[in-house]
């Protein structure tokens, strides 16, 4: 969750900066787009994979996944590059986020769950 806060607080601050380095004002709204469907697109393939291979490794290739996005987009050249990175990194980001929320249900009791489910909604509802 840190990892994901920090990139989203940095990229949000020096986005314009490295937008107007990289000469491609017109996909802008692709940097962060790119983001954000990786993580929507492959959402139920993560849960299937963690219970086939393990919650453990599955969290750290998302940490692998994540850093070497991250690397990569510093490397960028061009626009197009910044956004497939873009998308490797969200990739990366949602596995942990999947391996987190994971790891929190096996470690609840089935009864502690349900309340912790129930709470979160009304929460969620109470903010809405």
């Not at 996909?27 to 219970?51: C, E, F, N, R």
């Not at 998302?62 to 990569?72: E, M």
Request: glycine content about 8%.
């Amino acid at each position: 969750m840190l990892l994901a806060a920090l990139d989203q607080t940095i990229v949000s601050t020096a986005l314009p900066t490295i937008v107007v380095e990289l000469g491609g004002l017109e996909h802008i709204a692709w940097v962060v787009t790119a983001y954000l469907l990786a993580q929507t697109i492959v959402t139920p393939l993560y849960g299937k994979l963690g219970d086939l291979y393990g919650r453990k490794r599955m969290l750290q290739a998302a940490v692998v996944i994540f850093v070497v996005g991250s690397a990569l987009c510093g490397t960028s050249r061009d626009m197009l590059q910044l956004v497939l990175f873009r998308a490797l990194q969200g990739n990366g980001t949602l596995r942990s986020q999947a391996s987190r929320q994971s790891f929190a249900s096996s470690l609840s009791l089935s009864g502690s769950r349900e309340r912790a489910v129930k709470c979160r909604e009304s929460s969620r509802k109470a903010v809405s």
